[in-house]
Nanobody, 117 residues
């Protein structure tokens, strides 16, 4: 399984972006899918999670109400819709897929999001 993230860019405060993470391989082998982000000089932090079977989602408090994680099984794609972007959302965004059996983690290469004020 390989993950390829895309969709980042330079936007202004208040704009929207939609990130995509295309899964090469069996997306159904991924039990949990997440988005993380890493700002310059900071540790990677959790952004959003989607449980594959229940489709339950959870978000970091900093993005709750602005970001939406979703998955399109037909397109083998995980997306992150980001609205009302703020300068503090500036980071490299990574998609992650996790399987329970066997226990494995897969990471995309990251896509840069820059929000100017």
């Amino acid at each position: 399984v390989q993950l390829q993230a895309s969709g980042g860019g330079l936007v202004q405060s208040g704009d929207s972006l939609r990130l995509s993470c295309v899964v090469s391989g069996n997306i159904f082998s991924l039990d949990v899918m997440r988005w993380y982000r890493q700002s310059s000089g900071k540790q990677r932090e959790f952004v959003a999670v989607l449980q594959s079977y229940s489709m339950r989602t959870e978000y970091a408090d900093s993005v709750k109400g602005r970001f939406t994680i979703s998955r399109d099984n037909a397109k083998n794609t995980l997306t992150l819709q980001m609205n009302s972007l703020k300068p503090e959302d500036t980071a490299v965004y990574y998609c992650n897929g996790h399987s329970f059996d066997p226990v494995r983690d897969y990471w995309g290469q990251g896509t840069q999001v820059t929000v100017s004020s």
